[in-house]
């Protein structure tokens, strides 16, 4: 409307200047836009559908937190542990077992999804999510769950309690998704960067994920072909790059969790350096370590060690295998506070050995020593 009044008037001013008609057209014509279905019913879904689904898995992870940090304080993880099982296996076995129970909940819920309700208009069959196949709702929530676990792993290692950490995770989980619930109303404002950034929150992917599936459900469903392709012309966003985020996310996650279980093990943990990923120890293997630490010994704590046995000592068995060797052991908390002072100490197999002394002389610590629980 705003086009024809112009044009109208510039064709009077031009003439009434020069004195010559101009005879010119204005032609219009819509932006070209692929074909689509107008369903209010995918409006709503598109706004709600990744709310749902993450009510569905809340007490899911707020439990798998719970359970996690529960071993930890009751002392489990420690033992496990000294009886030597690696960081990465125990997170393993947790992963294992979680992510079989939600392998179930995916399935259950793509099912729901795909599930065909015959019209009674037309009589044709149609689903929630007709035109996308079963393949891309698996992927996509096989993701979201893979993601939320370790996020999950990597709450609970900043937690010692387990209901401290099921509190806060029930927190986080609902303040993850809210950013994306903040991003819905300027979502079409918000820059390509922005998105890629806002992606690195778990839940938040999984609302962008949702909501291009539901924008491509109008048309002809997200199929594997257009994965890296944009959903609509103003939005470069793609599916592709939420499932790419999905997969950093998970990487970004069990890294951070795997880095503070080093430096903040807990109360009975032994604690690394928070540089020990630089450290030429940390990537040596086991022997070697023990190799250096044995080599570190002096000349001059060894003839000390012999002034000791000189002075009060058992006769020591002959013939018999040595099962525990402990030279200099020594403990100093924080504070300058020292525990065990160069405790020498020879345990022989099938042979009963018992640490006498009053309270503080250092028994405990010096077999959460002997035992790897301390260092």
């Known amino acids: 409307m705003f086009l024809a009044v112009q044009h109208a008037v510039s064709i009077e001013i031009i003439k009434a200047k020069s004195g010559q008609p101009l005879e010119t057209k204005v032609l219009l014509q819509r932006m070209p836009q692929l074909p689509y279905t107008e369903d209010l019913l995918l409006l709503a879904m598109e706004r709600f559908i990744s709310m749902i689904i993450m009510l569905c898995f809340a007490y ?18 420690e033992t496990m542990t000294i009886m030597g099982l690696p960081s ?28 065909p309700i015959k019209s009674s208009d037309t009589g044709e069959r149609f689903s929630v999510m007709t035109h996308t196949p079963w393949s891309i709702l698996i992927f996509f929530l096989f993701l979201f ?16 309690r387990a209901n401290t950490a099921a509190s806060f995770m029930g927190l986080a989980w609902f303040a993850t998704y809210s950013v994306f619930m903040l991003t ?24 962008f994920a949702f909501q291009m599936l539901i924008m491509c459900e109008g048309k002809s469903g997200l199929q594997w072909s257009n994965m890296f392709k944009p959903v609509s ?10 499932a790419l985020m999905f997969v950093l996310d998970t990487i970004l996650y069990m890294m951070i969790a795997m880095y503070v279980e ?16 630089v450290t030429k120890q940390f990537w040596s293997s086991k022997k070697s370590r023990i190799a250096a630490l044995n080599r570190s010994t002096t000349a001059a704590d060894a003839e000390y060690n012999d002034a000791l046995l000189k002075v009060v000592h058992d006769e020591e068995p002959q013939g018999v295998p040595m099962g525990i060797q402990a030279t200099n052991l020594t ?6 506070r020292k525990a065990v002072d160069n405790l020498n100490l020879k345990v022989y197999e099938n042979e009963i050995t018992v640490l006498l ?3 503080g002389a250092g028994k405990t610590t010096t077999i959460s020593m002997l035992t790897g629980e301390f260092l």
Do not use: C
């Open 145 to 160: 769950i893979v993601t939320s676990l370790a996020f999950s792993f990597m709450v609970s290692v900043f937690f010692a």
């Open 262 to 277: 080093k430096i903040r093990p807990g109360r009975y943990g032994v604690p690394l350096p928070w540089y020990f990923p």
């Open 357 to 359: 002394g009053h309270n």
């Open 60 to 77: 899911t992870f707020v439990n798998t937190v719970k359970v996690v940090t529960a071993e930890k304080e009751l002392q489990l993880k």
């Open 184 to 207: 819905q109303v300027l979502y079409e404002d918000i820059s390509l960067t922005t998105k890629v950034l806002l992606s690195l929150i778990s839940n938040t992917a999984l609302g």
């Open 88 to 115: 990465w296996l125990h997170w393993l076995a947790w992963f294992i077992k979680q992510i079989t129970y939600l392998s179930i909940s995916v399935l259950l819920l793509v099912i729901l999804l795909k599930i």
């Open 233 to 242: 012309y103003h939005d470069s966003f793609q599916p592709g790059h939420v």
């Open 331 to 336: 403990k100093i908390y924080r504070g300058g």
